[in-house]
């Protein structure tokens, strides 16, 4: 099975920089990828990783180091519209497994 | 910007009847997925479909429910006898391949609830 963990709940400033921590254990995947979800709406994927190492879109960036069973993402020059749940999933064999997710409120 | 489109949006049914959730996957995409999302929980994989036969499927897609690709266009989740614990998100995506590292794309989904 796969256990993904990632905070319930993030604060952050409007402007500022968040970095969402996603930890798992499993016995192996293919990729890990980040998605936003707004309340009431489907997930929109933001990044994935497949090597060790960041990848930068625009203002998120993900992290993956497989030896240590950890991602982030990071979230730069926050927007009110950021608000949002960031969910981490692990991929593999035709099918995403999700984590919990992460609230980001961000204030003005 | 092709996007997955699902209807109806909102389905409400009384327990023990069937209800089909429609989806119209992205055109040129082969492979499909049906999700749930239990209010306040993680989003779960139901099933992956491909070349007109499940590929995987979870514990929780029992003999209740099946997909069915009808035609070229749609894609269908059945749920034959719902209970009050089918009441959940309803998200089905869809991937050009089936490579893990593919993006799976989900439509705006269908609120079930089961009365």
């Known amino acids: 099975g796969q256990n993904i963990d990632q905070p319930t709940e993030m604060t952050a400033t409007e402007g500022a920089i968040v970095q969402i921590n996603c930890t798992y254990q499993?016995?192996?995947?293919?990729?890990l990828f980040w998605y936003q979800q707004h309340a009431g709406e489907a997930p929109t994927f933001l990044s994935y990783n497949v090597l060790d190492g960041l990848e930068e879109k625009g203002r998120f960036s993900s992290f993956l180091s497989r030896s240590k069973g950890y991602s982030y993402l990071l979230l730069k020059e926050l927007q009110m519209k950021d608000s949002a749940s960031y969910l981490c999933?692990?991929?593999?064999?035709?099918?995403?497994?999700f984590g919990a997710g992460t609230t980001v409120t961000v204030r003005a | 910007e092709p996007e997955v489109t699902q209807t109806p949006s909102h389905q409400v049914t009384q327990m023990g009847q069937e209800v089909i959730l429609r989806c119209v996957p992205i055109s040129n995409h082969l492979y499909f997925y049906w999700y749930r999302q239990i209010l306040g929980q993680k989003v779960e994989f139901l099933v992956s479909?491909?070349?007109?036969?499940?590929?995987?499927k979870s514990e929780i897609f029992d003999d209740q429910f099946s997909v069915e690709r009808p035609d070229g266009s749609n894609f269908t989740l059945k749920i034959r006898s719902t209970k009050l614990e089918d009441s959940a998100m309803y998200f089905c995506a869809s991937s050009d391949t089936g490579a893990s590292t593919d993006t799976q794309y989900f439509g705006p989904g269908t609120r079930l609830t089961v009365l």
């Open positions: 479909f491909y070349n007109n036969e499940i590929s995987e």
């Open positions: 499993t016995s192996g995947f293919n990729g």
């Open positions: 999933a692990l991929s593999n064999d035709y099918k995403l497994s």
